[in-house]
């Protein structure tokens, strides 16, 4: 199961980055963000909703915004620690590179919940 999960996130990921768009059908009903780790923006989201608030979010701080995922690494049955490039634009034509991690929790074919880290070695951490 801990591939099938990795190949869900990445799946998810890559249609995101194509469309911009995210399939609901693929959050469970009790889905948390848990961004409470985050230097800017320290939250937690739940829901589809949760989710549409969190990148409108990114939408009104950034010009500009690329969520790069560097690897897929499985932990367990239902973890998958994603590392990602973030590259964002700002209103003043200034880019700033960051990375994070976060660690998804897939339950049933669906995204139950994801908490970001400030780096890798946090979120493997976190994951056993």
Request: aromatic share 12%; glycine share 8%.
């Given at each position: ?96 590179v960051a990375h ?13 919940h994801a908490k ?6 946090d979120a493997l951490?976190?994951?056993?």
């Amino acid at each position: 199961m801990s591939q099938e999960s990795a190949d869900f996130v990445r799946r998810g990921f890559e249609e995101f980055l194509r469309t911009g768009e995210f399939d609901p059908a693929d959050f469970d009903d009790e889905y948390e963000f848990d961004n409470s780790n985050a230097m800017i923006d320290a939250a937690t989201y739940r829901g589809v909703e949760g989710v549409r608030e969190y990148l409108s979010l990114l939408r009104q701080m950034w010009e500009q915004y690329r969520f790069e995922p560097e690897e897929y690494i499985p932990i367990g049955e239902e973890q998958v620690v994603v590392p990602i490039r973030i590259t964002a634009v700002g209103r003043d034509g200034i880019e700033t590179v960051a990375h994070s991690a976060v660690v998804y929790t897939v339950r049933e074919g669906k995204l139950a919940h994801a908490k970001a880290f400030q780096s890798k070695t946090d979120a493997l951490e976190a994951a056993g």
